[in-house]
């Protein structure tokens, strides 16, 4: 066969098959079958380019790179909907039509949760594709929309037309897509729409084609030209060639949409891709001038929202929150899940008896919606699926302070007594993050404030587990990818700050910034820190009787401890390092303590011998370089006589470790 029709015939299979694979959902042959054509025509195409056809499917391969996209003016705007939440609301749309004109029906469409595109063809040959921008200049995205497979790149007739609709991503390239970033350590996309949205603006083609995103028409610019209503507008495009989405109605009146919009409410949870509502549109093209437009939308059509979706989900933790007014409010520690558009990693349970007039236990698995769309809350739990958990009890002791909580007669709520209380003062964590102390850049004063008031903040260590809610810190208003990840990146820095600054930070009463960098000198960890008594400080040259018991007392509450023992689990630094290479006499030695040390406790001993390269050993041999002895000293000593080991008094080892500490 000679080469160009073979070419021809190849295009023909290869476009046929993904007509019916892509807008008719109908697959002919097998993906392997498919490869093999797309083969042998891109081989084809390469050794004869002079031969390569205008409405060859290679072109949907992608390839070429942009340094930035065009602009693009919309003629005719790209406008937006009006919404309505409920059935009033639908009422008072159509009465608002009925001012205007008699005798219309309604179509309706799903609302495809993507982003709306507009598509242009001139004699019937897909010439450009424009984002709506801000709805009256776009970006030219026609290379990347070329690669879609749906995409018609010649139509049915030979015409001269524009259409919109909307690009989205399928459900399952969504999560192959997020996979793969997962695997590559990329950061995830929120949702769909996002990922859709980011696709469509990578100036490399390659990357959208191996994205699989597609594409649903649903208008027709300028539709009276060509037909009459929409629903002739619709079935015009599905014969040019346009994937339409084939769940449109004609609806004859208001009464009928209630009942039509439940059935969608119904289909929608079983589709592959994401919807958020349903479009309305009057069906009579010629009304439309009359009922006329606002600014932002055309008033003969409305985006009916769906209520809140729903999700089933483990509650894997209940903790505790703690607000401005001190009030104490539960919180379900969810395992994450996708609901209304974004991942939900916690919800509120609001307050005892919520939770117990629900019997929400944890390890349950649990109902969540988005309440009003945007506060996450556990509905329900799947009683059919428990197994025996323990039942709910409320915390005695606030969580932050350990403070006795208490429920006022008549009030749902629990309160922290502690006027003081760190949780509900925000001062501590604003201070933590200060450029004087933690030096985390982006965690100001505002930050702060919204992540507690949101709930990811309460106490100190809590910074540290914000990278659990990444994906919700950029759906927060104000927030964003960018923000989130800085801030995040500032926080993971902070963990190998100094030791003193951490200790400023934990804002120990009298403990300044020059007297935590005192401290470190002698209590070179913060374990020694936390076992230092009043005795040993008020030694310290600058520590005087109030900043002693100050320090006694903050590491005496056992919230303080155990907030620093997770901030050692976060991995946080609370070692005093010194930064210069030490040639110590002790560098390489083995070293045994024996005795009551009066200057130093044990572990301070071992720590500064060990800064020095020595190793300390318990038992004396013939490989001991150094006994130190304290007062009582007893076998220990005796064998490092009998050994002829160097013995030094505690006076001796403080004078040779002198300035390490
Ligand atoms: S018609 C005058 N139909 O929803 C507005 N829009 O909020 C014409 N959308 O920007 C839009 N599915 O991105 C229409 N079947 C559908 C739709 C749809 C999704 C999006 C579109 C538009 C937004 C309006």
């Known amino acids: 066969m000679d080469i160009k ?58 390839g070429l790179i ?32 009925l001012k205007q004109v008699r005798d219309y029906s309604f179509v309706t469409e799903l609302k495809i949760d993507g982003l709306a595109v507009s598509l242009k063809y001139q004699k019937g040959r897909f010439v450009r594709a424009a984002t709506r921008g801000n709805g009256l200049i776009g970006e030219d995205v026609t290379h990347n929309v070329k690669t879609i497979k749906s995409l018609p790149l010649i139509l049915n007739e030979a015409i001269d037309i524009e ?13 192959q897509l997020n996979e793969e970033r997962m695997n590559q350590n990329e950061p995830l996309f929120a949702n769909p729409r996002n990922a859709a949205a980011g696709t469509i603006r990578q100036l490399d083609s390659k990357i959208v084609a191996q994205r699989n995103l597609d594409l649903f028409v649903y208008t027709i610019v300028s539709a009276n030209q060509y037909v009459t209503t929409q629903f002739e507008a619709l079935k015009y495009l599905e014969s040019l060639g346009f994937k339409v989405n084939p769940n449109y109605k004609h609806v004859k009146d208001v009464n009928d949409l209630i009942q039509v919009i439940q059935d969608y409410d119904d289909l929608r949870k079983s589709l592959p891709y994401d919807t958020d509502g349903v479009v309305i549109k009057v069906n009579e093209l010629e009304l439309y001038d009359r009922i006329g437009y606002t600014a ?60 117990l007039s629900k019997d929400i236990r944890v390890w349950d698995v649990v109902l969540v919606h988005k309440a009003g769309e945007i506060i996450p809350e556990v509905i329900s739990v ?31 709520d629990y309160y922290c007594t502690n006027l003081e209380c760190p949780g509900r003062n925000m001062n501590s964590l604003i201070h933590f993050a200060s450029r004087v102390a933690m030096d985390i850049d982006t965690l100001g004063e505002k930050v702060v404030e919204t992540l507690h008031d949101l709930g990811y903040l309460s106490k100190i260590p809590d910074i540290y587990s914000l990278k659990n809610y990444a994906q919700e ?18 926080i993971e820095a902070s963990k190998k700050q100094s030791l003193d600054k951490l200790i400023f930070g934990l804002g120990i009463k009298h403990v300044g910034a020059k007297v935590a960098k005192t401290l470190i000198k002698h209590y070179p960890t913060m374990d020694l820190l936390i076992e230092a008594t009043y005795e040993d400080l008020t030694e310290i040259n600058d520590i005087g009787e109030m900043i002693a018991q100050s320090i006694v007392s903050y590491f005496n509450k056992q919230a303080h401890i155990d907030m620093i023992d997770e901030l050692k689990a976060h991995g946080l630094n609370m070692t005093h390092e010194k930064t210069e290479n030490i040639t110590h ?21 071992t720590f500064l011998i ?43 080892f403080k004078v040779k470790i002198d300035g390490l500490y």
């Open 66 to 97: 942009l340094d930035g996209f065009e602009k693009v003016t919309h003629v005719i705007p790209m406008m937006s909907l009006s919404n309505v939440f409920n059935s009033d609301e639908l009422k008072s749309f159509d009465e608002r039509i």
């Open 473 to 490: 810190l950029k759906d927060i208003p104000g927030f964003g990818d960018k923000k989130v990840d800085k801030l995040l990146a500032a």
């Open 610 to 652: 060990e800064k020095c390269g020595g190793k300390v050993a318990s038992s004396v041999s013939a490989k001991t370089d150094y006994v130190i002895a304290g007062e009582d000293a007893g076998s220990k000593l005796k064998k490092a006589l009998e050994l002829g080991v160097t013995v030094l008094s505690e006076a001796d």
């Open 5 to 62: 029709q073979r070419m021809t015939e190849l295009i023909q299979k290869i476009n046929q098959a993904n007509d019916d694979y892509h807008t008719k959902d109908q697959p002919t042959i097998t993906d392997y079958q498919y490869d093999q054509l797309l083969k042998e025509l891109i081989e084809l195409e390469q050794a004869y380019p002079l031969l390569k056809q205008e409405n060859s499917p290679t072109e949907k391969i992608g």
């Open 163 to 175: 259409v919109r609709g909307e690009i989205f991503m399928p459900h399952k390239s969504f999560k």
């Open 585 to 605: 006499e002790f560098n390489g030695k083995t070293l045994v303590l024996t005795g009551k040390l009066e200057l130093f406790s044990r572990d301070q001993a």
């Open 296 to 355: 932002k939308s055309p008033k003969w059509a409305t985006a009916y929202k769906f209520q809140a979706e729903q999700a089933e989900t483990i509650l894997k933790d209940i903790t505790f929150q703690i607000g401005r007014t001190g009030v104490v409010t539960p919180v379900a520690e969810l395992e994450p899940v996708f609901i209304s558009g974004s991942t939900v990693a916690r919800a509120t349970l609001h307050n005892e008896d919520y939770i």
């Open 382 to 412: 799947v009683t059919s699926k428990r197994e025996s958990q323990k039942p709910f009890e409320m915390i005695k002791t606030c969580p932050i302070c350990k403070s006795p909580l208490e429920r006022k007669s008549g009030e749902a």
